[in-house]
């Protein structure tokens, strides 16, 4: 009987949401939207980083001065103590997903290392 890949792409969303870490970081994505200081810094480099990446996807350079702004706003932005532990957060919860994508794309490594043999 073939699997639903879909179906069991579906179940892992679902566990997703059902690690610590996912859980973690929507607890303190809330905190972040409650806090009046934390909120406004927060939304201030979510926009940023987004008019960074449109920019970068559109083949544009990313310019010195924006660099430097985008360093100025980082710091600014990990000093808070809610924003820091959100982004550590955010990070932990990334490095699961790298490794999941990492069994899932085994099939792939295996198939292209065995041609290259």
């Given at each position: 009987?073939?699997?639903?890949?879909y179906?069991i792409a579906?179940?892992?969303?679902?566990?997703l949401?059902?690690?610590?870490?996912?859980?973690?970081?929507?607890a303190?994505y809330?905190?972040?939207?409650s806090d009046p200081?934390?909120?406004?810094?927060?939304?201030?480099?979510q926009?940023f980083?987004?008019?960074?990446?449109?920019k970068?996807?559109?083949?544009?350079?990313?310019?010195?001065?924006?660099?430097a702004?985008?360093?100025?706003?980082?710091?600014?932005?990990?000093?808070n103590?809610?924003?820091?532990?959100?982004m550590?957060?955010?990070?932990?919860l990334n490095?699961?997903?790298?490794?999941?994508?990492?069994?899932?794309?085994?099939?792939l490594?295996d198939?292209?290392t065995?041609?290259?043999?």
């Amino acid at each position: 009987m073939a699997t639903n890949i879909y179906d069991i792409a579906y179940t892992l969303q679902n566990a997703l949401k059902e690690q610590p870490e996912f859980q973690s970081l929507q607890a303190l994505y809330k905190q972040v939207l409650s806090d009046p200081v934390a909120k406004p810094l927060f939304t201030e480099f979510q926009n940023f980083q987004m008019t960074l990446q449109q920019k970068m996807m559109q083949g544009q350079q990313i310019t010195q001065q924006e660099s430097a702004q985008a360093q100025a706003l980082f710091t600014k932005v990990s000093q808070n103590p809610l924003i820091a532990q959100l982004m550590q957060t955010e990070q932990r919860l990334n490095t699961v997903i790298q490794d999941l994508n990492k069994i899932i794309m085994k099939p792939l490594e295996d198939l292209y290392t065995g041609i290259n043999q």
